[in-house]
């Protein structure tokens, strides 16, 4: 398996970056904390442009969150960096092979919809059925608020286990 949807960019070469590995088998980590995780990174890369920040601590804490939420076995890797005039962050971890058919249909209706449409009809479902958890809002936010470009790429791990990539771009300033 070797599915790339959205605007995924292999190779990239950080100018700067902040790496973080978490292994919640070795050390169990709450999704909620994600936020912590979120912050910090914000604050390491606020210097780069207006509202930079922000856009970090959002958009962060919602990788991270999916991540340890969502994931399976093994590590959760961040890296936040610049390229250029660009924010990146990437965060790769694992998740069931059963899975991917599932999250493929989700992320492929985010990039080939009108994020703004698709919104409400997210916000629609989620109140119809509220202990749904996989709406995507998180992403179309990104999409919508903060003009991101999302990216994501599905490897086979070992057989039983994907690996995910998903990687968040944002514009550091006016291009």
């Not at 292994?23 to 604050?43: G, I, K, Q």
């Not at 970090?56 to 999916?66: D, F, H, P, Q, W």
């Not at 990039?111 to 916000?123: A, G, H, K, M």
Request: aromatic share 8%; hydrophobic share 45%; charged share 25%.
């Amino acid at each position: 398996m070797n599915i790339v949807i959205g605007d995924y960019r292999p190779g990239l070469e950080f100018d700067t970056r902040l790496d973080l590995t978490f292994h919640p088998e070795e050390f169990p980590v709450h999704w909620r904390r994600a936020a912590l995780t979120a912050d910090f990174a914000a604050s390491w890369f606020a210097q780069a442009g207006d509202g930079v920040g922000d856009a970090i601590s959002y958009a962060l804490n919602e990788l991270v969150e999916n991540a340890i939420k969502f994931g399976s076995t093994g590590r959760v890797q961040v890296i936040v960096g610049l390229v250029e005039s660009e924010l990146i962050m990437k965060v790769s971890n694992r998740l069931p092979v059963g899975d991917v058919p599932a999250l493929v249909a989700l992320l492929e209706e985010m990039v080939s919809e009108d994020p703004w449409e698709l919104i409400v009809r997210r916000v629609e479902a989620n109140a119809a059925d509220p202990t749904s958890s996989k709406s995507g809002l998180g992403f179309l936010t990104l999409l919508t608020d903060y003009d991101a470009r999302l990216g994501w790429h599905i490897v086979d791990a070992d057989g039983r286990h994907a690996c995910l990539h998903t990687l968040v771009c944002l514009k550091t300033q006016e291009g």
